[in-house]
């Protein structure tokens, strides 16, 4: 009898057995280097390199290029590293661009840091000056983009991080008598200090929409999100009203093209980041229940068309 074949794995180099544990819709990683990686500490909201490297394993090949419009200190461009991908960070914020770069500079693969506004990256003028390099790295273009086979990224939730929740020492008060950053930044231009939240939700969104210019047909989008309190005592289903966005503003124009041409992003599911070792804050103790949020959603889109 002859050997049975493998069915033919497009998607990324993961057996079966590996494919199906990463399907599990929760997990936990607690990251020593994340503790200790002074370097990057400067950044308020980073996320771990290890978490990175497990999306990368199913979303990739090895070799793959990987897009984070929101690449702060750098873990995604570590992890690239880390795992043979090409990474290419987009990121406003000077400090953190350099603080980026620097962690990367000798990477193998080569890895770009860009500094520049999230919101141009649908623009061909945008990339025009790193095309080449670009190229050189392996990335493909099309009509002046560049076509990555995926995205990973974590945008500012919200303002969170300019306001101190509760009476106690918390880690936004903590970070403060250290010294360290408490917001991204005080620019204007910054996604992380709009006041609405309705224009916050609405002006991230419209980064994915053109992130999806950029990212091949059939590939995939991972945004990290969180639900949030805000200072007035609200909750804020975060996480969803920025799935429904980009979701939803991509269906209406496909809709909107009779002849189905342009593509659009397709919620195709969740993973839970759990963090089982964040200090627990004692918020609305002894009156009111506030729920200490130790969860992100890692929300998870296909470009289809």
Request: hydrophobic share 35%.
């Amino acid at each position: 009898m002859a050997p049975r074949r493998r069915p033919r794995n497009d998607l990324n180099d993961l057996t079966g057995k590996e494919w199906i544990k990463f399907t599990r819709t929760w997990f936990v990683c607690n990251s020593p280097r994340y503790w200790r990686n002074k370097p990057t500490e400067l950044h308020p909201a980073r996320f771990p390199e290890e978490m990175v490297a497990e999306f990368l394993g199913f979303f990739t090949k090895r070799g793959g290029a990987v897009l984070d419009p929101f690449v702060g200190s750098g873990a995604t461009l570590a992890a690239c590293a880390e795992e043979g991908r090409v990474g290419v960070g987009v990121e406003l914020t000077a400090r953190y661009a350099r603080a980026a770069a620097r962690r990367v500079k000798e990477a193998t693969p080569k890895q770009a840091v860009i500094r520049g506004d999230a919101r141009e990256i649908g623009r061909a003028e945008f990339w025009r000056k790193r095309r080449e390099e670009l190229e050189k790295a392996g990335i493909e273009f099309s009509r002046g983009l560049p076509q990555f086979d995926f995205c990973i990224t974590s945008p500012p939730y919200w303002r969170m991080l300019s306001t101190s929740r509760g009476g106690v020492l918390s880690k936004h008060k903590q970070r403060a008598a250290r010294g360290l950053d408490t917001a991204y930044s005080r620019r204007r231009d910054d996604l992380g200090n709009i006041a609405e939240y309705e224009r916050f939700v609405e002006e991230v969104g419209g980064v994915f929409d053109k992130v999806r210019r950029c990212v091949k047909e059939g590939k995939y989008l991972v945004v990290v999100a969180q639900n949030l309190r805000d200072p007035e005592g609200r909750i804020r289903p975060m996480a969803w009203d920025l799935a429904r966005r980009i979701e939803g503003a991509s269906a209406a124009s496909y809709r909107s093209n009779s002849k189905g041409g342009r593509a659009r992003w397709v919620l195709q599911g969740e993973r839970i980041w759990c963090q089982n070792t964040k200090p627990l804050g004692i918020w609305g103790y002894p009156k009111i229940f506030v729920p200490n949020y130790h969860h992100h959603y890692c929300l998870i889109f296909r470009k289809s068309q």
